[in-house]
């Protein structure tokens, strides 16, 4: 694993007496692309503003490189901002904008020159430096926000929402073309977004955060296969999340039915959550399978069908690559390595997040 | 209506009629008064008066006077339009009204309460010698009508430097700090520039009535200070030389073209 | 840390702008008249308020005017928006840019251009020329708001109620109009303020006797305020708190409204158009009562237009004369001979009775403005004007055909016992340096010459150019003692102590000194000008039997006294000398001068217009001077 580079540290903000965020704990890696995953309003941003130095947290520490930067200036800080609206300077052309940094750094021209020519090729705006800002598409002023940042050979580039103002389309070239760039320049990304798909396609590190709790984190895999609570496994990708009861290790109640699993040490009859993948479940002629029930709904969705399907009085929903009829009486079967047991939130503070997104 | 050009010229030409007739034509007035004397014949003598040195000197007074107010309601109205910008609580829209709100009450009211207070024994001298402190004599001078000029045309200052202001992105000032400029460098390299336009636009509206006024200078300056509007205006009330008082409104037209390709000049250059 | 700065500095530019309110609502409740001190606590101005028809006449007329123009101004204006839209890109830019100079040009350029396009095509200015000019200027106020909010309108929306049958305008109604309403209404709000607030334009486009309240209040100020002024002042800032107080929770509960989604669009509708039809009932019911109360359609052409010097008549004696003769009193103040004849000479003047003195009289007949006077129609003139007056009056109105003389008197200095030490027999004293800063001077080119030719021994009707050039010199080396240059302020501030000297005429001597003991009255050893105004009837007057009958009255003795008791000038009306109870005024000096001071006075006589333009070249060097 690589040398941490920045840690969050018991950090808590408060706004208006609303709390954004709670004893926050945080550590990102070098060259990381790290991606702070969450619904509007859960803190995220707020995370990234206190790392970059627009906000100052109101109890706890950002430990950067090392040392303490919690009451640094922001621009005294080793990393740069890609921000949502680009924010780029409507008053200079592009290549004024791209130099500001350096030009407030007493660089010198030519090495301006070079390094403008140099990113202006990275984020392919060759032949730009005189167009004014105003003048550019979203996708291009994107660009020139990240060339703008990326001259100032910061340790972490952190991206708030970048693409998020832009159609899908220029949104999936983008993910390429930020991955890229992370690889080229080798160096951290701290990129904050509320679209899993992003999250998911670009990170090597997923934090996903909730009413200013992190909730999980972990590599895509992970989040996406074993979502540590309800919360996760629904705002990543679709899922069945059922109450359950855990009879015995290895062995889960679900609607009515016996299930086998692979987990262990939830006790004996413990309420639990299941959470199961469409993809996982599997639909099997009747007697064959654990759960019996019929399908009520079926659309073609190009790579796969999505069924819906009744049984035990709970609405699964099914991806399978196999048709079934509406109507047909089946058996529900699922994988004992795909089912997911999670506990039953405890307090109410984790009640709280179990809000639908 | 959107595309349809008959139904356009209708419902424009009300508008455009009203605008030859009491915009275009009455300015054509006075160059017409301007450029002619009193029989009617071609003389440039009414625009040259200009020269003389009692009319160049109230001209030059008051553009003195009129560049003095409109600095100093600059320098006073930066400030509190970032103040007022910065601050986005919920009584922003109280605050900003309050500052409006004098303009409510008439120009000439505000002017004679002016006089109330500066007078030698006014309420300021009043309530400095209550406290045993030495009393100003500011009435009737130069400075009386800077005051007066600040005072009535700040609200004009402060209004588009509010509104350049609020216009611009919190995240480009971050941005500017995230590259590494410090207050006074974001200030200067990012917030100034970006607010040129409101800047000028303050500076229109407060420079072109402070130089032109004659009811300030009167009130304010005991009719002992003449300014170019207060010439203008005895050429009218008191003369009645409308020839001359026409030729030198021309001379001040000169003055408000050359403020507007100013304007123009920058906001284009600011556009490109 | 920064935000107590921020704080502090906010309140320090609060104090700045409203100190000036504060005082002047704290001075609405000064039962003194003078502003320098406190006298007690009183409603009495507000009381007086509604009872003064000038100032109610003149804030009605203000109202007025604002309301109609932003009216008009809104509809023309956002019906030019709408239809910029469908014009060609280079018609609109014309437009665009003839819209623009209003608002750039100076006011004083616009209020000028307007006034001399009035005066050549013989409209006569009042009511209609300011409401034009209002709407002129308040029109590209409205567009400006307006047009940018109208570019930003998506046409298809209007197609689509075309495409779903919908009658064009009735489209528009339904679909663009909602959408242009806030920029419409922050438009009308805009053009409405610069109505309000308008002094410049008015003053340039106003003719006689019509006043907004701008123009009543500058005429107020060069004569010294009233304090009805403030307490008006007063109501007109707590009814603009009120409105914007009304007007930001109207806001408040609109926006909290239309965030609650369970209120349906068509009802937020019904309450939009509730709250504008209120506020068009509103609009009405104040035009109404202004209307009743201005007077401004009434066409009845029984009426007399009266041009009288400031302060110069008891209020009630029009009044009178009104419920006697049923005639309705247009009446006008002037503060100078000089302006005047400036607004008698423009030809849009409509004065039918004027007050001149002795000069102006001379050259007014000299040029044709005034007609001559039936006198079997002025029986109290003829009974009981004093023929040593007639005789003096005719001097410059030889046969006293176009004058009825109404009051004389003379100019002098007054000064304050507390403040002058010296003996003042000389006009000297006004050269003394001991004095700077304390002596008052008229703002009027004669009587300013007036002193400086008696100072040095010449006659006050000189028009040799190297006595009037060392007169000139004269007062350019006293301005800088000047306090100020005032005309009926003086009485003000000799009365509020704010000066030591001043130059007055007679009349106001005693009043003066009626409010403060300590002021003296003297015409000095040089001489002075002693004048004589009379009744005048202009050249162009339309109702010349009324102008005799406003004569006739004011020469009838009860009429004369009560004007004597109130101006207190030396009034030429035997029979009320006579009537004359106060001992102490009847025998005067200030009142009536002895012979001896009147021998050593002049009377003004008209120079002709080579000497008139000599002396007012003088003057504004003069008035430029340091």
Redesign the interface.
């Given at each position: 694993m690589a040398k941490e580079l920045i840690r969050l540290e018991h950090v808590s903000k408060s706004y208006d007496g609303n709390m954004i965020l709670d004893d926050l704990n945080l550590s990102i890696h070098e060259n990381s692309f790290v991606t702070i995953l969450g619904p509007s309003g859960c803190g995220k941003t707020t995370t990234l503003r206190i790392i970059?130095?627009?906000e100052t947290p109101d109890q706890g520490r950002v430990i950067f490189d090392g040392q303490d930067i919690t009451n640094l200036?922001?621009?005294k800080r080793q990393l740069?901002?890609v921000?949502?609206?680009y924010?780029?300077?409507?008053?200079m052309d592009i290549a004024q904008n791209i130099a500001?940094?350096l030009k407030?750094?007493n660089k010198t021209d030519a090495y301006i020159k070079d390094k403008i020519k140099y990113a202006l090729k990275l984020v392919n705006l060759e032949g730009f430096e005189h167009r004014?800002p105003d003048s550019l598409s979203g996708g291009q002023q994107q660009r020139v926000?990240i060339a703008?940042?990326i001259v100032?050979e910061p340790k972490v580039l952190l991206l708030d929402e970048p693409l998020g103002a832009l159609d899908l389309k220029l949104r999936q070239d983008m993910q390429y073309e930020l991955i890229r760039l992370k690889n080229e320049l080798g160096i951290t990304f701290i990129y904050v977004t509320h679209d899993q798909e992003e999250a998911l396609t670009m990170s090597d590190h997923i934090v996903v955060m909730n009413q200013g709790y992190i909730q999980q984190e972990g590599s895509p895999e992970k989040i996406y296969n074993e979502p540590e609570n309800a919360f996760v496994a629904d705002f990543i990708g679709d899922s069945n999340i059922i109450h359950a009861t855990m009879v015995q290790d290895k062995l889960v109640r679900i609607l009515g039915a016996n299930f086998s699993c692979v987990d262990t040490g939830f006790g004996i009859n413990t309420p639990v959550d299941v959470v199961i993948r469409p993809e996982d479940v599997e639909l099997v002629p009747r007697g064959k399978g654990t759960l019996p029930g019929k399908v009520s709904h079926v659309i073609f969705k190009g790579v796969h069908y999505e069924m819906e399907v009744e049984a035990g009085g709970f609405e699964w929903l099914v991806h399978s690559t196999r048709m079934a009829q509406v109507g047909d009486e089946v058996d529900i079967s699922v994988d004992p390595f795909n089912i997911q047991v999670m506990n039953v939130p405890a307090s109410e503070d984790e009640e709280a997040i179990e809000i639908d997104v | 209506?959107?595309?349809?050009?008959q139904?356009?010229?209708?419902?424009?030409s009300?508008?455009?009629a009203?605008?030859v007739?009491?915009?275009?034509?009455?300015?054509a007035?006075?160059f017409?008064?301007g450029l002619t004397d009193e029989s009617g014949a071609l003389t440039f003598a009414n625009v040259a008066a200009i020269a003389r040195?009692?009319?160049l000197?109230?001209l030059g007074l008051a553009l003195v006077l009129a560049l003095i107010s409109t600095i100093i309601c600059f320098l006073?109205a930066y400030?509190?339009a970032m103040?007022l910008a910065s601050n986005k609580i919920s009584s922003q829209?109280?605050?900003t009204?309050?500052?409006i709100?004098?303009?409510?009450?008439?120009?000439?009211?505000?002017t004679?309460?002016?006089?109330?207070?500066l007078?030698?024994?006014?309420?300021i001298n009043?309530i400095l010698s209550f406290f045993g402190l030495p009393t100003i004599?500011i009435?009737?001078t130069s400075a009386a009508i800077v005051i007066g000029m600040v005072?009535n045309f700040?609200p004009f200052m402060i209004l588009p430097l509010y509104n350049a202001l609020a216009r611009i992105?919190d995240?480009?000032i971050?941005?500017?700090?995230?590259?590494?400029?410090?207050a006074v460098?974001t200030f200067f390299?990012?917030t100034l520039?970006?607010t040129?336009p409101g800047i000028l636009s303050g500076i229109?509206m407060v420079f072109?009535?402070a130089?032109?006024?004659?009811?300030i200078s009167?009130?304010l300056g005991?009719?002992?200070i003449?300014l170019i509007?207060?010439?203008?205006?005895?050429e009218?009330?008191?003369?009645?030389d409308?020839n001359m008082?026409?030729g030198l409104?021309l001379v001040?037209?000169l003055f408000?073209i050359v403020?507007?390709v100013v304007t123009m000049m920058t906001d284009k250059s600011?556009n490109? | 840390m920064r935000k107590t700065i921020?704080k502090v500095?906010?309140g320090i530019?609060?104090v700045?702008?409203?100190?000036?309110?504060v005082?002047?609502i704290i001075?609405s409740f000064n039962s003194s008249k003078s502003?320098?001190k406190w006298g007690g606590f009183t409603f009495d101005w507000y009381i007086n308020l509604a009872s003064d028809s000038e100032i109610i006449n003149a804030f009605a007329n203000?109202l007025i005017i604002a309301l109609i123009s932003t009216v008009v101004a809104t509809i023309?204006?956002t019906?030019?928006c709408?239809?910029?839209?469908?014009?060609h890109k280079k018609s609109r830019s014309v437009?665009m840019g003839?819209?623009n100079?209003?608002m750039?040009?100076?006011?004083?350029?616009?209020g000028?251009?307007?006034?001399?396009?009035f005066?050549?095509l013989h409209f006569n200015a009042g009511f209609i020329t300011v409401l034009?000019?209002h709407?002129?200027f308040n029109?590209p106020y409205v567009m400006l708001s307006v047009m940018p909010r109208m570019k930003t309108i998506n046409?298809s929306v209007?197609?689509a109620a075309l495409d779903l049958g919908a009658e064009?305008f009735f489209a528009?109604r339904k679909t663009?109009l909602p959408d242009l309403m806030p920029a419409v209404i922050s438009g009308a709000m805009m053009a409405f303020?610069m109505s309000?607030?308008?002094?410049?334009i008015t003053y340039?486009t106003k003719g006689s006797g019509f006043d907004t309240?701008?123009t009543k209040?500058?005429s107020e100020?060069?004569r010294g305020?009233q304090p009805e002024?403030y307490a008006l002042?007063a109501i007109?800032?707590i009814i603009?708190?009120v409105l914007?107080v009304g007007s930001?929770q109207l806001k408040a509960r609109n926006s909290a409204a239309s965030s609650k989604k369970e209120i349906s669009y068509e009802k937020r509708k019904g309450l939009s158009k509730k709250t504008i039809l209120l506020l068009a009932a509103a609009c009405g019911v104040i035009v109404v009562i202004g209307l009743t109360f201005g007077g401004v359609f009434k066409t009845e052409d029984n009426q007399v237009y009266v041009y009288n010097w400031g302060e110069y008549i008891d209020p009630e004696v029009i009044t009178m004369f009104e419920e006697e003769t049923g005639i309705k009193v247009i009446y006008d103040e002037f503060e100078?001979n000089?302006?005047m004849?400036?607004?008698i000479?423009?030809d849009n003047s409509a004065y039918d009775v004027i007050c001149p003195s002795d000069y102006m009289i001379s050259r007014m007949i000299q040029e044709g403005m005034l007609q001559e006077l039936d006198w079997n129609s002025l029986p109290y003139a003829s009974e009981n004007i004093d023929p040593n007056y007639l005789e003096s009056a005719a001097s410059f109105d030889e046969g006293n055909k176009y004058a009825v003389p109404n009051f004389c008197g003379t100019v002098g200095i007054l000064y304050n016992k507390t403040l002058v030490d010296d003996p003042v027999t000389s006009w000297d004293i006004l050269w003394d340096e001991k004095y700077a800063?304390q002596i008052l001077m008229q703002?009027s080119?004669r009587d300013a010459f007036m002193v400086a030719l008696a100072k040095n021994g010449y006659s006050i009707n000189s028009t040799d150019p190297a006595q009037l050039e060392e007169a000139a010199a004269e007062l350019i080396a006293q301005?800088p003692l000047?306090?100020?240059?005032?005309i009926d302020q003086v009485r003000d501030k000799m009365i509020?102590?704010?000066?030591a000297l001043g130059v007055i005429y007679s009349g106001e001597a005693l009043y003066t000194q009626r409010e403060n003991s300590d002021l003296e009255y003297v015409i000095p050893d040089e001489g002075s000008n002693v004048w004589l105004d009379g009744w005048c009837i202009t050249r162009d007057s339309k109702h010349t039997e009324n102008a005799l009958k406003w004569i006739n009255f004011m020469c009838r003795e009860d009429i004369a006294l009560m004007n004597f008791e109130y101006v207190t000038y030396t009034t030429p009306n035997l029979k009320a000398q006579e009537l004359i109870e106060d001992e102490t005024i009847r025998n005067s000096t200030v009142a009536f001068p002895t012979e001896d001071t009147l021998s050593r006075c002049e009377v003004y006589t008209y120079l002709g217009q080579d000497a008139d333009e000599l002396y007012?070249e003088l003057w504004?060097?003069i008035?430029?001077?340091d």
């Open positions: 970059g130095g627009f200036a922001p621009n740069n901002t921000f949502q609206k924010a780029l300077f409507t008053h500001f940094g407030i750094k004014m926000a703008r940042a100032n | 209506m959107f595309n349809n050009r139904t356009s010229r209708l419902l424009a009300p508008y455009i009203w605008a007739i009491f915009i275009v034509v009455p300015l007035m006075i017409f008064y040195p009692e009319n000197k109230s006073l400030p509190l103040i829209g109280i605050i009204t309050l500052f709100l004098p303009m409510w009450m008439n120009f000439l009211l505000r004679m309460a002016w006089m109330t207070l007078e030698n024994k006014g309420v009043g004599n009435i009737n005072y700040l992105d995240s480009v971050n941005a500017a700090r995230d590259l590494g400029a410090n460098q390299k990012i520039p970006l040129i229109t072109i009535p130089l032109t006024t004659f009811a009167t009130m005991g009719s002992k003449l509007g207060n010439v203008i205006e005895q009218f009330t008191l003369s009645y409308w008082g026409a409104s001040l037209m408000i403020n507007m600011s490109s | 921020e500095y906010m530019i609060l700045f702008m409203y100190l000036p309110i005082t002047m001075l502003r320098a203000t023309i204006g019906a030019t709408v239809a910029m839209m469908g014009l437009i003839i819209t100079i209003p750039i040009n100076a006011d004083i350029v616009t000028i251009s307007l006034m001399l396009l005066r050549f034009i000019a709407i002129t029109i046409p209007y197609e064009p528009f663009v303020t309000l607030d308008d002094f410049i340039f309240l701008s209040i500058y100020v060069k305020i002024i002042s007109i800032f603009v708190i914007m930001r100078s000089e302006i004849y400036a607004k000479a423009s800063g703002d080119v301005k000047v306090q100020a240059y005032v509020g102590g704010e000066a007012n504004k060097k008035k430029a001077a």
